[in-house]
């Protein structure tokens, strides 16, 4: 039984390493948004606006996750000169995973895009109870 225990164990261990890599919702989303091909720090920028994405908290993401060795900058041309970021191996073999979180979202989470609809048999009675009141 001992040598189950300490499998589980390791496995956890695993989990929670994994995790605290990359468990800020900026590093999985940024990660995310390079799944499909290299993008310059702007077009990342503009991809997180919605999400209240900053330049600064971008700027530290993208170099923690350079120093993870998940994301990797590349400086093309020189003057005017461009910096592209893409997934490393190392970040690529997170597709799955953050396919995952995709689907799992779309799944379990309300859209944001489209709100709920209000009842209207209660603004109905609302506008009723006004009408009927005495001034």
Known sequence: MSGKSELCRRNICAVIKAVRKLGSEWRILISYYLLDNPLRFNDLLRKGKPDD?????????????????????????????SVVYSLTEKGRDL????SAYRR???????SIVHPLPYPKAKATTLVRSFANRKI
């Open 104 to 110: 799992w979202g779309e799944k379990w989470t309300p």
């Open 53 to 81: 994405l900053n330049a600064r908290t971008l700027s530290r993401t993208l170099k923690y996750l350079q120093n993870m060795g998940i994301v990797e900058r590349r400086v093309t041309g020189t003057e005017p000169f």
């Open 95 to 98: 597709s799955d995973i953050l």
